[in-house]
């Protein structure tokens, strides 16, 4: 057995374990899925196949991720100013896979290159996924990952956000914290492959901090959000009013990221239009552009979605995103660039036990082509097809395979930059959640 | 020939090969569903109803799901999680699927009282036949020859004992309150 080495990563196993020892302890039925647990439903509730949700699934997300009962689940304690769950709600997600690919890790400024052309990436990430419903109308949801990627030593919080149901009786929900913008469309949590949608990545369109307002008028759906646009890492001292001030900044700029979508129902489909305007840090020259620079630069997403399903048991999704990163390099701060991409998959679940999926992300440069910055590696074209089979609800194993459809590029610049291997790869695991 | 057009090569046969096999497993040789809600009534034969429309009659056996079916009208999600229970000379009855009940097994006990009484109270008129109409529809209708004041009576009170039940069955009010409630509607005349 491997040592663990680093006291970081000890404390967090040694919580985690602790945590997950008392809650054994009180809950006997700790081997099912928190939502689960509390509402005595079964996971076919809300999961057509684990994580994908059916219809009414997406309708408990929508109605602040709770049941009309929830107060069934909260402690008897006679105070009505008081809804405790009755046992702390936390969940697990883990994946363990084992992988053989193409790709390698080659750095860009010096060509160094390591391969491991088969890869035990086990365990891939452990999750604690912690909500509950804490008032009538608010709801709080969060998650840590332990170890993401074989990153041991660190502890990632992502989602992580208070939402309140009805904002002063208008009808409006707001949602404070931590969460991915591009959750308004197609959240990445929920998608059937092992492979991501890769276009949000790309855009910079994921994890971010600030708050979301949605409602729904009639048959549009209309949601509204504004966020620092920095992610979720930055975390600066306030200095300038003397010396060891507690508070942090988690803003590095002036400016907001402003965002939103509108979506509606058009028969089947379900389209949306998504729209984002903010800014972003501009490129240093040199160094194949892994450094950011000072200048803040306009950015701006143009999305469109289409998604439906036939019969309840495959589900097809497609989306598009165009982005516009203004003066985004130093090195030629007065050129505007250009660049899109988008993915299409197709969920098919012909059964209890079985899942099969297809993805296909596409990506162009666009003008960050011949760039001799990382942003070259924007191209894309690879087809994912992936086979769950179902143990459990819960716990399913995967076999997934990658097929990458550019061909590899060849060094052209200062730096190794671009499509320089190809991504072909074949993965299988286990995904589980309880 | 996709693949090879594109320049593609797959570099992993052998995987390929299995992910292959598991594609084309048959879907078929897998169960259908995992698990069955296994429904029992007193008295037996009573009509079940889910979401999907009618099901057979108790003593019955129902997949999850079919319970909970990953896609329904917008207008029956009300019945979402529910199996609804009728039988002439009862109370439709609808229960909210719990997992304790696919574990266990449902036996539901059908308020036949509440009917007695009302066809009592309608000087022996006979009980209105089952149809698949909806649940808000299996409310018999008025009888043109009965006096309107005491049809419209018994009518309102069963409406009131099956909204009763409904709210129980969620969860909304207490088994006391409910028996409370039910004996103050059977005593109001």
Redesign the interface.
């Known amino acids: 057995m491997r040592p663990i080495t680093r006291h970081g990563y000890a404390d967090a196993l040694l919580i985690f374990q602790v945590a997950v020892l008392w809650v054994i302890s009180v809950q006997t039925a700790w081997a099912m899925p928190e939502f689960a647990r509390r509402y005595n439903l079964s996971c076919a509730a809300c999961h057509s196949a684990f994580p994908r949700l059916n219809k009414f699934g997406e309708h408990f997300v929508a109605s602040n991720m709770r049941l009309p009962n929830w107060k069934d689940s909260t402690a008897k304690i006679g105070d009505k100013m008081l809804a405790l769950p009755v046992y702390p709600p936390l969940a697990v997600r883990a994946q363990a896979y084992v992988q053989a690919r193409e790709g390698k890790s080659i750095d860009p400024l010096t060509g160094a290159t390591d391969s491991a052309t088969t890869d035990f990436q086990s365990p891939y990430l452990v999750k604690l996924l912690s909500s509950a419903p804490l008032s009538e109308n608010i709801t709080y949801y969060f998650y840590a990952i332990l170890a993401e990627k074989g990153a041991n030593g660190e502890a990632l919080v992502e989602d992580a956000w208070f939402r309140h149901g009805d904002i002063f009786g208008t009808g409006t929900g707001m949602q404070l914290g931590q969460f991915q913008l591009s959750d308004l469309m197609f959240p990445r949590e929920v998608r059937m492959p092992f492979q991501d949608f890769m276009a949000y990545r790309m855009a910079g369109i994921t994890y971010d901090r600030g708050v979301l307002f949605d409602r729904a008028v009639g048959p549009v759906e209309l949601a509204l959000g504004l966020v620092n646009g920095n992610g979720i890492v930055d975390n600066l001292n306030v200095n300038s009013p003397g010396y060891r001030r507690p508070d942090k900044m988690f803003d590095n700029d002036n400016s907001k990221t402003v965002f939103g979508r509108i979506s509606t129902d058009i028969g089947p489909v379900n389209a949306g239009l998504f729209g984002l305007s903010g800014k972003q840090r501009s490129i240093a020259v040199g160094d194949a552009g892994i450094n950011s620079s000072s200048r803040d630069t306009d950015k701006r997403v143009l999305g469109l979605d289409l998604s439906g399903d036939f019969g309840g048991n495959t589900y097809w999704y497609v989306q598009y995103l165009w982005n516009a990163w203004d003066g985004f390099l130093d090195a030629d701060p007065n050129r505007d660039y250009r660049w899109q991409g988008g993915f299409a998959g197709v969920d098919y679940i012909p059964s209890e036990r079985w899942a099969f999926s297809l993805l296909y992300n596409h990506a162009d440069a666009g003008d960050l082509a011949n760039t001799d910055t990382i942003y070259e590696g924007i191209d894309m074209r690879s087809l994912s097809l992936t086979a769950s089979y179902y143990f459990m609800r819960n716990v399913k194993g995967i076999a997934e395979i990658n097929v990458d459809f550019l061909n590899e590029d060849t060094k052209t610049g200062t730096y190794w930059t671009g499509h320089l291997t190809k991504e072909n790869y074949v993965l299988f695991g286990f995904d589980a959640a309880f | 020939m996709l693949?090879s057009e594109?320049?593609?090569q797959?570099?992993?046969p052998a995987?390929?090969l299995?992910?292959c096999a598991?594609?084309t497993?048959p879907?078929?040789a897998?169960?259908?569903?995992?698990?069955k809600l296994h429904l029992e009534s007193d008295p037996p034969g009573a009509e079940v109803l889910l979401i999907g429309g009618k099901a057979g009659h108790t003593p019955l056996t129902i997949g999850?799901?079919s319970i909970?079916?990953?896609?329904?009208r917008d207008d029956q999600?009300h019945l979402?999680?529910t199996v609804t229970l009728r039988h002439a000379g009862c109370a439709t009855r609808v229960h909210r699927v719990?997992?304790?009940d696919?574990e266990r097994g449902l036996n539901v006990t059908l308020d036949c009282s509440v009917r007695s009484a009302a066809r009592a109270a309608a000087a022996g008129k006979p009980e209105p036949p089952v149809s698949a109409a909806p649940l808000a529809s299996a409310i018999p209708s008025a009888d043109a020859s009965v006096p309107v004041t005491t049809e419209a009576i018994s009518q309102r009170r069963l409406r009131q004992l099956q909204v009763l039940q409904e709210l129980l069955d969620?969860?909304?009010i207490s088994s006391a309150d409910e028996q409370r409630i039910r004996r103050q509607l059977l005593k109001t005349p």
Request: glycine share 8%.
């Open positions: 693949l594109t320049g593609c797959l570099p992993f995987a390929l299995l992910l598991l594609v497993v879907a078929a897998a169960e259908p569903t995992l698990r999850e799901r909970y079916p990953n896609d329904f999600a979402y999680g719990t997992l304790d696919i969620e969860g909304l």
